[in-house]
C-alpha cells in the first residue's frame, strides 16, 4: 500500500515537473529589460499617475523644465495614455494598473460620438480597443462600433479615402488643401476593421478596404516610400497635391509616416489574409530597413532624407540650429512593433525583419533613449519628435512612443499574444 503511494506521489511529481518544463519551453517569455529598468518603468507612470487628477487633461509630453504637458480629450494623442496603462497593466500583470486603465479610457467615453477628424480611430482603439481585449467589456463594444460610425462620415467616395483633416492652407499660405488625407490615417483603419469584426456590418472593413486601396495608389512612390499628405478634389476625386506637412520636404520621407504606413499595411493583413496588402508592407519595411541614412542604431532622423544633400526645405530651416540632427524615437517604437507582426506573417525575410525589430528595440532600451532615473519623471522614452517644421515637440518623450514601445516589449516577450 505504501509503495503504491509513493508511486503516486511520484508520478504526479514528475507529471508536474515535466509540464513546467514544457511550459517553459512553448511559454518561453523573453524580455529586454532588467527587472529594475521594468520597475523604473512602472515608477514613471506611478509619477504620471500622481501628478494628474484631472481625467480631462490627458498626459502627452514633458517640457523643457521637465514639468508635464496634457492634451484635451479631442488631442489626437489622447488614447495613448490610457493604452500604454493596459499594456503595463499586461506586462505587470497587477491590478492597479487595470484599474487606472479604465479610468483614463472611461474618460474619452464622449469621443465615440465625434467625427472632428480621423484621429479617432488612434483615440479610441488604443484606449477602448486594449480595454476590450483585455477585459471583454462588452459596454467597451459599442463604443468602438459607435466610433467606427462617426469616423466613416468622414469617407468620400469620389475620393474613395477617408479624410484626415478638414480644409486647411498649406505651408505656403497660398495652396489650400480641401481634402487631405495624410500617411497617418492608415492608423485609423484598425478600429473600421474590428468594429466590422464585432458587429458583422461589413461597411467599415469596405470602408478600410477601399481607405488603403486608394493610399497605395496615390501615397507610395515607386520605392515604396511615401508621401505626407495627399489632397483630393472631392467632386472627381482627382489628385490635386501630393506634399508634406511635418516632413523636411514634399518628396521626403517622414520618418513616422513611414512608420505609420508600415504599421497600417501589416494591420490590413492581419485581417483581411490579402496577400497583397503583406507584399505592400514586405516592400515598405525594406525600404525602410535598407535605406542608406538609416543610423546603425535603426533609430532614425526625423526624416529619412534630411541629410541629404540639395534639398531646400519650404520652411525656415537652420541647419546649425541643432548640435545633432534629431532622431525621433516614436517612429522607430511604431516600426518596431510593426516589423514583430510582419515578422509572424512573412515567408520570406521574417528573420531579417524580426532581427531589425529587435535591434530597434535594444536600441530604445540603451540608456540613449530610456529614460534616466533622477532627469524626467514621467514616461519612458527620450528623444521623439513632434514636428520640426512647426517648431514644436523637438527631441522630448511623448506618449505615442512609450505606447509603441511597451506594445513592441510585449510583442517580443509574448509572441503568442498581444493581437
Ligand atoms: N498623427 C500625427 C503625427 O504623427 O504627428
Redesign the pocket.
Known sequence: MKSKIMIRRFTILSIVLLMAILGQGCNKEKTILTPDEMQFILDQYSNTLSASNDLSKVPRRINENGELVTTSIYG?TSGFFAGSLWYIYELSGDDHWKEEAIKWTEALDTIQYWSGNH?VG?MINCSYGNGLRLTGNEAYKKVLIRTAESLIKRYNPAAESLESWDYREAWDGSTVWYFPV?I?NM?NLELLFEASRLSGDKRYENIAIQHARTTMKNHYRDDYSSFHVVDYDTITGEVLDKATC?GFVDESSWA??QA?GLYGFVTCYRYTHDIQYLKFAKNIADYMINHPNLPEDMVPYWDYNVVDPGLTPQWDYDPTMFDEIPRDA?AAAITCSALFELSKYSDINKDQYFEAATTILSSLASSRYLAQEGKNRYFILNHSV??IPHGVEIDVPLV?ADYYFLEALLRYSKPGGNR
Open positions: 489626437w484621429d488612434f495624410i497617418d492608423m511635418q513616422r509616416g505609420w516614436s513632434g514636428s505615442y
